[in-house]
């Protein structure tokens, strides 16, 4: 970390379970609240009174959306202040249940179930 608050590193916010069709409405309001320069180009977001420039990568498969940061000098008091309004703004809102969760879960089963097999069989020798 170098002077105060900005970093070295790619700071990154993941919000799961949203598309980012959904995400977009709420993560302009929020950055209205935060920072009345703040000007969008695509899916690229540059907020200049905080420090923060992102892009969204929306991960349409598992309905997640990333805010990863892009360009040079980050401010990490600035994305605490933008994930704390999200927090806040997605708080009130309500999603579905991603499908695929499920699938992921027995998969999961599948492979403990495969694990034990191989575990016991191996004792048993």
């Not at 997605?90 to 499908?99: A, C, F, G, K, Y």
Request: charged share 20%.
């Amino acid at each position: 970390m170098r002077g105060h608050g900005h970093l070295d590193v790619a700071p990154r916010l993941v919000i799961y379970n949203i598309s980012a069709d959904k995400l977009r409405p709420i993560l302009a309001e929020v950055v209205a609240g935060l920072d009345s320069d703040a000007r969008w180009a695509g899916d690229c977001l540059v907020l200049p009174n905080l420090s923060v420039q992102l892009s969204v990568d929306n991960f349409r498969i598992m309905r997640n959306v990333s805010l990863k940061s892009v360009g040079g000098s980050q401010d990490l008091h600035g994305w605490r202040r933008l994930e704390q309004g999200l927090a806040g703004a997605l708080s009130q809102e309500t999603v579905s249940r991603n499908p695929r969760g499920l699938s992921l879960f027995f998969a999961g089963l599948f492979i403990l179930g495969g694990l034990a097999m191989v575990i016991s069989r191996d004792r048993k020798q």
